[in-house]
């Protein structure tokens, strides 16, 4: 079974923030990912918080609702020490931002073989994870597999 752990960014679109492509692509691509292999690194739901209360300044109350949403319907992912140890190792290597590479480290913790992410680099592996930007015009062949597509 491939484990796939999602992005703020994708969460986000799925609340409805963002353009209306991207929006209907994130609903369509959650819609269509096995839940049992998706996983939610703690961080993304730390930063959706922030995001719907500022960005989108929806209030706190319905803001938590729509988290407590999302963790009823995936597994969520603790940070850990040593995943913070190797999100410092990753942002000094790979000079990604350190709450990226955390997301990333959880990510790869929980034996998550993609990371869905229009942040990171498209097809960026570290560690037995690789990126997949899901808005790119290029498909993957392992979501393609995932999602049982063409």
Sequence with gaps: MIRVALDTNILAYAEG???SP???RAIQLIERL???QVVLPT???GELFRVLTGK???EAALTREAIMAWTD??????SSWSAFQRAMDLAIDHRLQIWDALIMAVAAE???RLLLSEDLQNGFTW???TVINPFTETSSPLLDNILKIG
């Design 17 to 19: 923030v963002g353009d």
């Design 22 to 24: 991207r929006c209907a």
């Design 34 to 36: 096995p839940p049992e």
């Design 43 to 45: 961080q993304t739901l």
């Design 56 to 58: 989108a300044k929806r």
């Design 73 to 78: 319907s995936f597994e969520v992912a603790d």
């Design 110 to 112: 929980n034996h998550c």
């Design 127 to 129: 560690n037995g994870i």
